[in-house]
């Protein structure tokens, strides 16, 4: 069984790597670099359609030759010789709306001549099926409005075909002809609209998902479906969470001695390696401002842990730069922590960003501004919530712009024997 199955898993093989050759094939005739996901996939849907059937139209040609219908073999050979023409055309001049229409209108009319010629619906083995496949396509591959216009040009051919039956001389075809032809013009059409919307909503969906990606690297997943039913400004407040900001110390000047695109290059290094610690820990990238780095725990999920969560972020974050070098650079950061009441939100119509604001926000960013280098400074609220489970050391108070003069700590590292974890929102 395995001997006589293997050519046939073979020649499946095969078929299936011819199609995805064709496909591909598809994707680069008349590809502009500049064009959409959207209008990257009508040009191959259609190119798909155009190249796809000409094997049929050939075959279709060849029979009605064969049995004696001359004018109706021509009308599918006009479009065996066009079509490979108007695709290298497109290939050539990325002329996408000249191709649309000419393919569309050989579409629409070419089923229509060979009715006419064969002398009616019945002797045609209603071959003006073919000419549905114009407006479905055009459904897929143009806006609405034009759409319309060829559904309407659809049927005025159906009530012209239906006016002029009477006055046609139907063929002289054997009737087993007629029969297995419209067998073979039914079948051909509903196989093709499967394949065509098939993979059309396969394409439609990579690309959707693919966007659904790029969303929620931009905002919380929970923002973008609200984002999606309301367009609205939408905002929440937190009673309780924490807010992290690191800084690159000593960055201006060290910038620059650097090229721009290094100094890219190496803050793309940096933010790589904290973007995998704080999907570590499921906390939320706000932003980067420059050389800063914002991160938030408790927001939009509130999580009783919060603050812990975040220290653990932190110490992470120094372990991962002192351990390493980006761009032969040995850095160094502050980081600042707060916690306490904020609120969060999208605000504005374009260019969406999901952000922090509140004073808890204002003295986390002052932590950082104000801490040294390879320090983790917090306030008295954050180190009310982590004392249990890390060892922190007092720096006394410092003076805040903007606040009075506050109390700070320096978080050393984990504690061996961590205590019960204080609950945040009690």
């Known amino acids: 069984m395995q001997r006589h199955g293997a050519p046939d898993i073979h020649r499946f093989g095969w078929a299936m790597g011819a199609a995805a050759r064709l496909i591909a094939l598809a994707g680069r005739v008349g590809a502009d670099p500049l064009e959409s996901g959207d209008a990257a996939l009508q040009r191959r849907l259609l190119v798909l359609l155009a190249v796809g059937t000409l094997p049929l139209t050939i075959l279709w040609s060849v029979t009605y030759f064969a049995v004696g219908a001359p004018l109706a073999a021509s009308a599918p050979a006009v479009y065996s010789v066009v079509t490979p023409i108007n695709t290298v055309l497109l290939g050539w001049t990325r002329n996408f709306r000249f191709y649309r229409f000419t393919q569309l209108l050989m579409i629409l009319v070419l089923p229509w001549v060979v009715l006419m010629s064969l002398g009616g619906f019945r002797q045609s083995s209603v071959v003006i099926v073919w000419a549905a496949l114009c407006p479905l396509c055009s459904l897929l591959v143009e806006e609405l409005r034009q759409t319309v216009l060829w559904i309407v040009g659809f049927v005025l051919l159906l009530i012209v075909s239906a006016i002029l039956q009477v006055h046609l001389t139907p063929a002289a075809l054997p009737e087993a002809f007629v029969t297995w032809f419209f067998v073979l013009n039914l079948g051909s059409v509903i196989a093709i609209v499967f394949a065509l919307l098939y993979y059309f909503v396969g394409q439609r969906n990579f690309f959707q998902e693919r966007s659904e990606t790029l969303l929620l690297n931009i905002l919380p997943k929970e923002i973008s479906e609200a984002l999606k039913t309301d367009r609205s400004a939408i905002a929440a407040h937190y009673e309780s969470a924490s807010v992290l900001f690191a800084d690159v110390v000593g960055f201006t000047p060290m910038a620059a001695s650097m090229t721009p695109l290094s100094v890219v290059k190496l803050l793309n290094d940096v933010f790589h390696c904290f973007d995998d610690l704080v999907e570590k820990y499921d906390l939320e990238k706000i932003k980067t401002i420059g050389d800063c780095y914002m991160v938030a725990a408790g927001v939009p999920r509130e999580r009783p842990d919060h603050a812990v969560a975040l220290v653990q972020l932190a110490l992470d974050m120094r372990e991962s730069v002192a351990s390493r070098t980006f761009g032969d650079q040995k850095l160094a950061f502050r980081i600042g922590i707060n916690s306490g009441p904020v609120v969060a939100g999208v605000i504005g119509r374009k260019k969406f960003i999901y952000d922090l604001w509140g004073a808890a926000v204002n003295l986390a960013s002052r932590m950082e501004s104000h801490g040294e280098s390879g320090t ?28 009075d003069d506050m109390e700070t700590w320096h978080v050393l590292g984990r504690k061996a024997d961590p205590g019960p974890a204080i609950d945040s929102l009690a």
């Open 376 to 403: 983790i400074q917090i306030t008295r609220s954050t180190y009310d919530l982590i004392r249990n489970q890390f060892d922190c050391e007092s720096r006394g108070t410092i003076k805040v712009k903007g606040a």
